[in-house]
């Protein structure tokens, strides 16, 4: 009986704690975080998944126009995802970071780091309004390309299979701002989609393990403290009880 008392009690002070809360808030961030990156992981799939020379001759087969065309809607749905979950991101970051840090230093960091990483980066401010064009005016004209790099010495080529935006169909929309134009100005005519999505990627990724690792250092007390209560309630339980959590005794 004492275990169960003592149990409780434990169990009551962690659920109350400020540690616990701050812990949530991290959680947070990282289910926001996760769902960015599984949209990424999931489009980036299929980008590669069919760069395997057997697939690309296969695909270029134009007895298989239909296949390509499937695929080709597949990385339009996919890539629709990721520009939605992008601008989620973004925004529920914002927002819970101005809720839970305001009148603090963090704050004034995370707003410093903002400024430098992406005021005025021309590929946040092209993905921030490629989503709008996606969502309020058309999904992107999107293609398949294909070249071959040939290799003089060797006598023989290398196939580089790519889907691509077209600019044109950018350009009929007039809701481009300052933001998206520079880069939309200084593409191609046919803009890579794999390599804009890896871009935009490993510099959200770059920034969100920025923002943990200090949160985590400035929250460090309040962490060690939480990793301690979870021992002492561990500790609590009856073995029958840990065998049943898989746990064992810290």
Same mark, same amino acid.
């Given at each position: 009986?004492?275990?169960?008392?003592?149990?409780?009690?434990?169990?009551?002070?962690?659920?109350?704690?400020?540690?616990?809360? $701050?812990? @949530?808030?991290?959680?947070?961030?990282? !289910?926001?975080?996760?769902?960015?990156? +599984? %949209?990424?992981? #999931? *489009?980036?799939?299929? $980008?590669? @998944?069919?760069?395997?020379?057997?697939? !690309?001759?296969?695909?270029?087969?134009? +007895? %298989?126009?239909? #296949? *390509?065309?499937?695929? $080709?809607?597949?990385?339009?749905?996919?890539?629709?995802?990721?520009?939605?979950?992008?601008?989620?991101?973004?925004?529920?970051?914002?927002?819970? $970071?101005?809720?839970?840090?305001?009148?603090?230093?963090?704050?004034?960091?995370?707003?410093?780091?903002?400024?430098?990483?992406?005021?005025?980066?021309?590929?946040?401010?092209?993905?921030?309004?490629?989503?709008?064009?996606?969502?309020?005016?058309?999904?992107?004209?999107?293609?398949?390309?294909?070249?071959?790099?040939?290799?003089?010495?060797?006598?023989?080529?290398?196939?580089?299979?790519?889907?691509?935006?077209?600019?044109?169909?950018?350009?009929?929309?007039?809701?481009?701002?300052?933001?998206?134009?520079?880069?939309?100005?200084?593409?191609?005519?046919?803009?890579?989609?794999?390599?804009?999505?890896?871009?935009?990627?490993?510099?959200?990724?770059?920034?969100?393990?920025?923002?943990?690792?200090?949160?985590?250092?400035?929250?460090?007390?309040?962490?060690?403290?939480?990793?301690?209560?979870?021992?002492?309630?561990?500790?609590?339980?009856?073995?029958?009880?840990?065998?049943?959590?898989?746990?064992?005794?810290?």
């Amino acid at each position: 009986m004492a275990n169960r008392e003592e149990l409780f009690v434990l169990s009551e002070e962690v659920n109350n704690s400020v540690a616990i809360r $701050i812990s @949530g808030r991290l959680e947070m961030l990282s !289910i926001n975080f996760f769902v960015f990156n +599984r %949209n990424y992981q #999931e *489009l980036k799939r299929i $980008i590669e @998944g069919v760069k395997k020379p057997e697939q !690309i001759m296969r695909l270029w087969d134009l +007895r %298989n126009r239909h #296949e *390509l065309d499937i695929v $080709i809607n597949e990385v339009i749905r996919l890539l629709h995802n990721f520009l939605a979950s992008a601008k989620s991101l973004v925004e529920h970051t914002r927002i819970v $970071i101005s809720d839970w840090y305001q009148e603090t230093e963090f704050l004034k960091e995370y707003e410093t780091q903002v400024a430098s990483r992406f005021v005025n980066n021309p590929i946040i401010g092209f993905i921030e309004e490629l989503r709008n064009f996606n969502l309020h005016f058309s999904l992107p004209i999107t293609d398949a390309t294909l070249s071959i790099q040939m290799d003089k010495d060797k006598r023989s080529g290398t196939e580089n299979f790519s889907f691509v935006i077209k600019k044109y169909g950018l350009l009929q929309w007039s809701g481009w701002t300052q933001k998206g134009k520079p880069f939309l100005k200084a593409s191609k005519d046919e803009i890579e989609i794999g390599n804009l999505v890896d871009d935009y990627y490993q510099q959200i990724m770059d920034f969100h393990s920025w923002m943990e690792k200090r949160l985590r250092e400035i929250h460090s007390e309040e962490f060690a403290w939480l990793s301690e209560m979870n021992k002492r309630i561990i500790n609590a339980m009856d073995d029958e009880e840990r065998q049943a959590r898989g746990l064992t005794k810290q």
